[in-house]
């Protein structure tokens, strides 16, 4: 009796376990490369560079933008740019590799496939960035996806992507111009003060997060999660010993010194802008 043959729908295993950190930096260079496509440009399609992490973490932390024509459903990425330009990139950081590509718009599109396909060439398993330039849920969403392979028998049907953890990581200053960028208009770009101010309240908020989570951990609400009390403990531990008032005079001295230095910044442009008058009234004369 012959066995019969059965062709089987397969799915690669997703990486669901892979997390991407990305540097504000790249979300920088990105939203510059938008601004600056040419006219008939729709999107903007560029690389992703950095390194893997020992624990498996991919870090991105540089970006280039990449002159592609879209046609038809067909998309066209100039091959030879791309390779000059990392060429260039690894002169002055041999270190950084290719992790994946970005693009603009709200997430993936039907030619996503085929750009993913020619990154797969160059680097297993890349990472595709899309950062929402348009707007289209009131502020830009940046989502990580990676992709899976849908296959049937020895025959590759299809890609599918799945989203993947994204850190977005930043100090306190990168995180007051990024709040700005991700909005749709701005009244105003924010002084120092004013970005202390926002800084300030967002301390606050998180502190209270914080208090909540341990009264509802002491009350039995929650369940405890050793991680995250060493990392509560080692932040409270990190906090210098002062008294109310010695920290009130170091916050007051560093509000008085950055007012000094913006009182001296204002007297410079005044100089400067007089000085640059009577220049040139002196030349009329």
Known sequence: MAASETTALHFASPSTSLTARVHPLVIFNICDCYVRRPDQAVRVIGTLLGSVL?????????????????????????????????????????????????????GVTGGSALIHEFYSREVSNPVHLTVDT?????????????????????????????????????????RVGFDILKKQSVDKIPGDLEGMEASMERLLALIDDVYKYVDNV???????????????????????????????????????????????SSITRTQLSLAEKLNTAAQIL
Do not use: C
Not at 62 to 78: C, I, K, T
Not at 142 to 160: C, E, F, M, P
């Open 134 to 174: 348009g707007f289209s849920n009131g502020e830009a969403s940046i989502k990580a996806y990676v992709s899976t392979n849908l296959t049937l028998g020895d025959r590759q049907l299809a890609a599918q992507f799945q989203e993947i953890s994204l850190d977005l990581r930043m100090v306190e200053a990168e």
């Open 54 to 106: 020992p624990d498996g973490t991919v870090d991105i932390r540089n970006s280039y933008a990449v002159p592609h024509n879209e046609f038809s459903g067909q998309v066209a990425l100039d091959i030879e740019y791309h390779h000059n330009m990392l060429i260039s990139h690894q002169k002055v950081n041999p270190k950084e590799v290719i992790l994946g590509w970005y693009s603009t718009g709200d």
């Open 218 to 264: 002491v009350e039995g609400r929650t369940p405890a999660d050793n991680s995250v009390g060493r990392f509560i403990a080692d932040s409270v531990a990190s906090i210098p010993k002062m008294s109310p008032l010695a920290f009130d005079k170091l916050v007051n001295d560093s509000i008085q010194d950055q007012l000094l230095l913006l009182y001296l």
